[in-house]
């Protein structure tokens, strides 16, 4: 992409975030989540989860089984003070293989991650629910900024494994 693309995206992604202003909390700083907090949306920058559930699948076969039971699902996890944070993921939606490394399924971590997310429930033994609405392991748009900044009229995108 030249350089001048990038530049109007930025620019857009800016003017963007200036004008729209969506009430997000940052998942990592609640440690007292409660039920309340149902259906607020949440952000989770660089943070390091255990996966679960998460194998190889051949596309040209029929699609991995979900049972709707999260522990049993494909699913990603990590605890903040006394709660267990779960994100189920459907393995439909992972196309590469560079997708299913980015979420652990070598060593069951999925390190570095970023996304939003939606509180879904919380149950009385203190887990909860979230439907993941976006998960990734890069921040682009951060990047492409720093090199405008820079000067820079290159970007070298770099993968998180």
Known sequence: MPFDDY????AFAEDLLENWHPIVLNLQQYDNLTK??????FEFFQTDFVSKNIKFWDISAKKPQM???????????????NMKIYLPINLAWMA???SFHNFGIDNGKAE?????CILKSISSNK?????????????????????VIQGKRDLEIRTSW
């Open 67 to 81: 049972y709707g039971i999260y522990k049993k699902d494909p699913h990603l996890y990590f605890e903040i003070e």
């Open 112 to 116: 570095c991650l970023s996304g939003i």
């Open 36 to 41: 309340s907090h149902i259906g607020c949306t």
């Open 96 to 98: 590469t293989e560079t």
């Open 127 to 147: 887990e909860a629910l979230f439907t993941p609405l976006l998960i990734g392991a890069y921040d682009y748009f951060a990047e492409m900024k720093q090199a």
């Open 7 to 10: 530049h109007r995206l930025i």
